[in-house]
């Protein structure tokens, strides 16, 4: 029996899975991929997802990366990067003032908007010109492919369907506080069927970091519900710090009537399926079942919000690992995720520093996204950097580690110097104390090659430069440097470093 409130609440709750069932059956739609597709690199993404299995394959990662994932990473950087806008305030539509506009009410949508699915219109007015701009909150994912902009509402609607558009499995994730990503199905290994849902937040390009709400935002989830054309689920305890703490604040629906409502609409939207679809899904649910429900907790620090400005991440009290000094509070939280190999892409490098080593493939303990990830480090670009929140928590000891491709990857090479120069900014996530490693042909073993305590960059991107002792001048095929101190722990917040050059012996 429902009592009190919760009849609305159960209504609302319905009619919100209900609109992202609506959507599920979009995604699906054969004309509504092919307009996605026909937006998106697909050839080039593919390319770049085939090479880097290529990679993954060459480097004997295990597990070796699959196909899906590679696109997945793939997808999460070009649509943040190059295809979809983050909107706080719409610019002015008639002089084009950018930060003019100030939100004066809500309004119904007209008849325009509604037929793209908008389900509220915010209206602002603009203080250079006093005009009007209507910034309609669509939900129809094939206009939002038109309008590129939103908020988290409109990235995940829009980026799921060109998951499906790029033959990825994905479905919503619908949270009760006032988000939504996606989930993409991956499977273990190339070919086979086990597999499982991975989190894949468009606004952040994150990627399996279901610690990043409760641990990096300092969000209090409730309700995450899964959806797609096959099925609704509760996925909620995997987002869960502390799964006991989350049920407790699970009092909008009862939880009896949630779990039957569930199954119901699950079974409902199965029953027009074959005995093989069926029973693939089947195998495909209970894949996802077998796994740890909850997520596994580390002291690894995870980043506050990064989409939408300061003030309305503020505003929301998201802004968690971004606050200063936030460093050694460290709470349970998951680690990174595993950082694959990449290629460095340095080649052209060795002409500006001549002797510096080049065509290696790089990795990291953690990285920032793609856009301050570890090749960030070795493209000797100082303009550029590698920045790992992980790294920043009290006893972490971030690392880079650059291997040694093709027949020099073999024989080994003997390196001579390293020159590591600061970032751009946060002194205080600059290496203090770091440790060079290597590793001889044939061995797995990292063998220590130098160490340095005490380091002082004098300004913002400023080199320092180390000669190896004599008697580490040996081959080797990788090298890995340690950073065991950063210059104030207690402030960083995360570890920095804008490039991480080593030269050969000549
Ligand atoms: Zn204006």
């Known amino acids: ?21 609506r959507k599920a059956s979009i995604y699906q739609d054969d004309l509504a991929q092919a307009l996605a597709a026909s937006l998106m690199p697909l050839d080039r993404l593919e390319g770049e997802a085939g090479a880097a299995v290529a990679l993954s394959m060459e480097m004997e990662e295990e597990p070796p990366l699959v196909r899906e994932e590679a696109l997945l990473r793939g997808l999460l950087a070009w649509f943040k990067s190059e295809f979809f806008t983050w909107t706080d305030r719409p610019v002015c539509g008639y002089c084009d003032g950018k930060d003019t506009t100030r939100l004066a009410r809500t309004a119904a949508p007209d008849s325009r908007e509604a037929a793209h ?20 909150r669509y939900n129809d994912p094939l206009k939002l492919l038109e309008t590129r902009r939103g908020r988290c509402g409109e990235w995940a609607n829009a980026f799921a369907l060109c998951c499906a558009a790029a033959g990825l499995r994905a479905r919503q994730a619908l949270d009760w506080t006032d988000h939504v990503w996606a989930e993409v199905f991956l499977p273990l290994r190339a070919g086979e069927a086990p597999g499982r849902w991975v989190h894949a937040d468009p606004c952040e390009a994150a990627m399996d970091t279901p610690l990043l709400y409760e641990a990096g935002w300092g969000k209090r989830l409730s309700y995450v519900i899964a959806v797609d054309e096959n099925g609704v689920v509760d996925v909620s305890c995997r987002y869960a710090r502390d799964w006991e703490a989350m049920k407790a604040r699970r009092v909008l629906v009862d939880a009896d009537w949630l779990k039957e409502y569930l199954a119901h609409t699950t079974a409902q939207l199965r029953s027009h399926l074959s005995a093989d679809q069926l029973a693939e899904l ?28 300061e003030t309305w ?29 990449r290629l460095a892409g340095d080649e052209g490098v060795a002409a500006r520093l001549p002797g510096r080593l080049t065509g290696g493939a ?47 990857g073999k024989a080994g090479v003997e390196v001579a110097r390293y020159v590591l120069t600061a970032g751009n900014d946060a002194p205080a996530r600059d290496p203090k104390a770091v440790a060079l490693e290597g590793q001889r042909p044939g061995s797995s073993e990292w063998v220590t090659l130098d ?15 180390f000669d190896l002792p004599t ?18 722990r207690a402030a960083a917040g995360a570890v920095q470093l804008a490039c991480w050059d080593l030269y050969v012996a000549q």
């Open 1 to 21: 029996m429902l009592r009190g409130g919760r009849e609305v609440h159960t209504g609302a709750f319905i009619a919100r899975i209900e609109d992202a069932l």
């Open 117 to 136: 699915l908008a389900s509220v219109v915010e209206v602002y007015t603009c203080s250079a010109c006093g005009a009007e701009t209507r910034f309609p």
């Open 282 to 309: 089947a195998a495909r649910d209970a894949a996802d079942a077998a796994r740890d429900p909850n997520p596994v907790p580390t002291r690894q620090r995870l980043p506050g919000r990064q989409s939408g400005s």
């Open 313 to 341: 991440v503020a505003s929301r009290g998201e802004g968690g690992g971004n606050k200063a000094g936030a460093a050694d509070e460290g709470p349970a939280a998951a680690g990174p995720p595993l950082v694959r190999y």
């Open 362 to 408: 790089v990795r990291a303990s953690g990285q920032n996204g793609e856009a301050e990830g570890a090749v960030r480090a070795l493209d000797g670009d100082p303009a550029t950097k590698w920045l790992d929140f992980g790294g920043g928590a009290l006893g972490a000891v971030p690392w880079l580690e650059y291997r040694v491709r093709g027949g020099a």
């Open 451 to 465: 160490e340095r305590e005490g380091l002082c960059f004098p300004e913002r991107g400023s080199a320092l430069s």
């Open 471 to 488: 008697e580490s001048c040996f081959p080797c095929v990788a090298f890995r440097l340690r950073i065991l101190e950063l210059l104030d």
